[in-house]
């Protein structure tokens, strides 16, 4: 059973391109969370999808993110006309269910943005 | 003032020794709490989780949670150069896996 999987392991946009971020989620698991993790700080929450749902985006800076997890195919973090500030690793996780308590959301090894 | 407080270290123990890596946060309304190790250039693993006040054991690890003065301890025995890695805590206010990192602790077990 494969891991969370996430592409590309590395990006390079320059300032004002777009960048997408891919996450597959382990098999069987239906809700999705994105986190960023900017250098020498902790991760920080950003969004939190089940399929074809947003449940909680209150993470997401309010331009130029935005995110989707589709009925088919790999959840998307869209980042539009990128700067040097999104430079960061975006790191994904995976859950069976929502809740803490029952399940353990599993990260991938994340996508490392560089913006030049 | 962040949610989450954390001492970066890094800290470097000799093989064996016992390591103590903490946590303070400001939201009482934190009821889960987790550590996580991350190998470099990797993602988070789930090490210890606890609900609420208490202690939890597992094999050489301990974690503690002092809920009245918002303070969270991860106790290695017996440390491996294996064991060399950044430990986060996280905790999390209800029962949903919206996570709340500290920073990151860095550890290194010379051999």
């Known amino acids: 059973n494969a891991g969370v999987m996430q592409n590309p392991r590395h990006l390079v946009r320059r300032r004002g391109q777009e960048a997408r971020l891919r996450c597959s989620p382990m098999k069987g698991h239906s809700h999705v969370y994105w986190y960023r993790q900017l250098p020498e700080e902790g991760l920080k929450f950003m969004v939190y999808l089940q399929k074809e749902n947003i449940i909680d985006e209150s993470g997401m800076p309010k331009e130029r993110f935005s995110a989707e997890f589709p009925k088919e195919g790999p959840s998307i973090l869209r980042i539009q006309q990128v700067v040097r500030g999104d430079s960061a690793a975006y790191f994904c996780?995976?859950?069976?269910?929502?809740?803490?308590?029952?399940?353990?959301?599993?990260f991938g090894q994340g996508t490392r943005l560089t913006v030049v | 003032q962040k949610e989450v407080e954390q001492d970066p270290g890094p800290l470097s123990v000799p093989e064996g020794a016992i390591v103590s890596l903490n946590c303070t946060y400001s939201n009482s309304a934190f009821q889960y709490f987790m550590w996580y190790r991350q190998y470099s250039r990797k993602g988070p693993e789930l090490l210890m989780y606890t609900y609420s006040s208490g202690n939890k054991e597992d094999g050489r690890f301990t974690a503690q949670v002092d809920k009245s003065s918002k303070y969270i301890s991860l106790f290695i025995r017996d440390s491996q150069p294996s064991d060399s890695a950044t430990y986060l805590c996280?905790?999390?206010?209800?029962?949903?896996?919206?996570?709340?990192f500290g920073s990151g602790t860095k550890l290194n077990v010379k051999p």
């Open positions: 996780a995976s859950s069976l269910t929502g809740q803490t308590m029952n399940t353990e959301a599993f």
């Open positions: 996280a905790m999390s206010e209800n029962n949903f896996n919206k996570f709340y």
